[in-house]
């Protein structure tokens, strides 16, 4: 069965995501935005064998250690989509401009497209390509658990930003009711930040696309 535990890093408070195969207990992190002592530590403490890097885009809150924990424990960084490129080049910029450590840039061992699968133990996830927060953001979906990684694309009661460089508010809004409200209104998403919700809830509820 599938497993994750959200740990809260970097002064953004981004919920990066340690998801794990309870049968090998082999395990991917999501988004390791900074702090990697303290994902580490919880890997650790929940005897996990940390295999790949999953980034939903690239962001300084979600990849700023993207590259640095590659290096580290020699794991392969999968995804986002190659809309995201120039985010990755500028990392050493974004954490100089935001207050980070120095983060560096990188190229993924793969790029990920709508319709892709990803694997970790025996537990596969489906990926989405929801394009508008960045052009190259994707999500994590995991029917078997009725849950999604959605990183910036949705949050409770709001959604992501669109004024960032190559942000689009039509392509975000379409990202959500075309690709998200298919998995099913009891499907929980964990967000970058914030608390989880459910699609359905969001559908209802959210100002920004409730009722779409």
């Not at 029917?143 to 960032?164: H, N, W, Y």
């Amino acid at each position: 069965m599938l497993h994750y535990h959200t740990v809260p890093v970097t002064p953004f408070a981004q919920n990066c995501s340690l998801l794990w195969c309870d049968q090998t207990m082999q395990a991917a992190v999501i988004d390791p935005g900074g702090d990697l002592d303290h994902v580490l530590a919880q890997a650790k403490q929940r005897g996990l064998a940390l295999k790949a890097i999953w980034l939903t885009h690239a962001h300084i809150d979600h990849a700023g250690g993207a590259g640095e924990l590659a290096e580290r424990l020699q794991l392969p960084i999968i995804g986002p989509q190659e809309g995201d490129q120039f985010w990755i080049d500028g990392l050493p910029q974004q954490s100089a401009m935001f207050g980070f450590p120095p983060a560096r840039a990188f190229t993924p061992t793969r790029w990920l497209h709508d319709g892709d699968e990803v694997t970790i133990g025996h537990e596969t996830l489906r990926v989405r390509h929801c394009p508008g927060h960045t052009p190259g953001h994707v999500v994590f979906h995991a029917p078997q658990i009725e849950r999604c990684f959605v990183g910036d694309v949705l949050f409770a009661g709001s959604i992501g930003r669109t004024d960032f460089p190559q942000g689009n508010h039509q392509q975000l809004i379409d990202s959500i009711t075309q690709r998200l409200w298919p998995m099913g209104d009891g499907t929980v998403f964990i967000p970058g930040h914030g608390p989880e919700s459910s699609f359905g809830q969001e559908r209802r509820t959210n100002p920004f696309v409730g009722g779409t």
